[in-house]
């Protein structure tokens, strides 16, 4: 997968700018959004699994760890079917955060944006290929570990469902932050 250009709009907000970004900080973004689309490796997996509601959790088909909470009840009701997704820009982007950041910070900034912009559209774009022309009503929003009351502690679990660490690099630390830091996992219902 390649990476389309970047919105620099989206980029922009993650750093609080809501209207058209002053002209230092415009140049900024319009040089660095083509280095960032250059050096990201952008990647995902999936794995399609049968949905099960007992007992107040719901289990996944070859998953042994139940996922609780009432949020991905409530997220998965009348879905007999998910989507479980890992996507990650690569270490490069975190790479490319550090390098900046020891010549500019403001361009480090502006650098990070532009990666959280991307790993979005990886996300995006990895939803448009999964589900093709299946109406967008025919299936929930992308829930990750972490929202609600659906315990952090999935990633894991998440990440050796999908062989994550082999297939494209994705693991967890022991906190259960994604590393690469540009990365999602997340749960995509399906009625």
Same mark, same amino acid.
């Given at each position: 997968?390649?990476?389309?250009? +970047?919105? $620099?709009?989206?980029?922009?907000?993650?750093?609080?700018?809501?209207?058209?970004?002053?002209?230092?900080? &415009?140049?900024?973004?319009?040089?660095? =959004?083509?280095?960032?689309?250059?050096?990201?490796?952008? &990647?995902?997996?999936?794995?399609?699994?049968?949905?099960? %509601?007992?007992?107040?959790?719901?289990?996944?088909?070859?998953?042994?760890?139940?996922?609780?909470?009432?949020? $991905?009840?409530?997220?998965?009701?009348?879905?007999?079917?998910?989507?479980?997704?890992?996507?990650?820009?690569?270490? =490069?982007?975190?790479?490319?955060?550090?390098?900046?950041?020891?010549?500019?910070?403001?361009?480090?900034?502006?650098?990070?944006?532009?990666?959280?912009?991307? $790993?979005?559209?990886?996300?995006?774009?990895?939803?448009?290929?999964? %589900?093709?022309?299946?109406?967008?009503?025919?299936?929930?929003?992308? %829930?990750?570990?972490?929202?609600?009351?659906?315990? +952090?502690?999935?990633?894991?679990?998440?990440?050796?469902?999908?062989?994550?660490?082999?297939?494209?690099?994705? @693991?967890?630390?022991?906190?259960?932050?994604?590393?690469?830091?540009? @990365?999602?996992?997340?749960?995509?219902?399906?009625?």
């Amino acid at each position: 997968m390649t990476l389309e250009e +970047i919105s $620099i709009s989206e980029a922009a907000r993650y750093i609080g700018i809501r209207t058209v970004p002053d002209e230092q900080t &415009a140049e900024l973004f319009e040089r660095y =959004e083509k280095i960032v689309r250059s050096r990201l490796r952008p &990647a995902y997996v999936y794995r399609v699994a049968e949905i099960d %509601f007992k007992e107040g959790s719901v289990v996944l088909s070859g998953m042994d760890v139940p996922l609780t909470g009432k949020s $991905i009840q409530k997220l998965l009701e009348g879905c007999n079917r998910a989507i479980i997704l890992g996507a990650t820009v690569s270490a =490069e982007a975190d790479r490319l955060i550090r390098e900046t950041s020891v010549v500019d910070m403001a361009a480090a900034v502006v650098v990070d944006a532009l990666c959280s912009a991307a $790993i979005e559209q990886v996300c995006d774009r990895a939803e448009t290929e999964i %589900f093709g022309d299946m109406p967008k009503n025919m299936r929930t929003y992308r %829930f990750s570990p972490g929202y609600g009351d659906l315990p +952090i502690e999935l990633q894991k679990d998440w990440l050796n469902y999908l062989n994550a660490q082999r297939r494209i690099g994705l @693991s967890c630390t022991d906190s259960y932050l994604l590393t690469p830091t540009k @990365s999602v996992t997340a749960i995509i219902g399906i009625r």
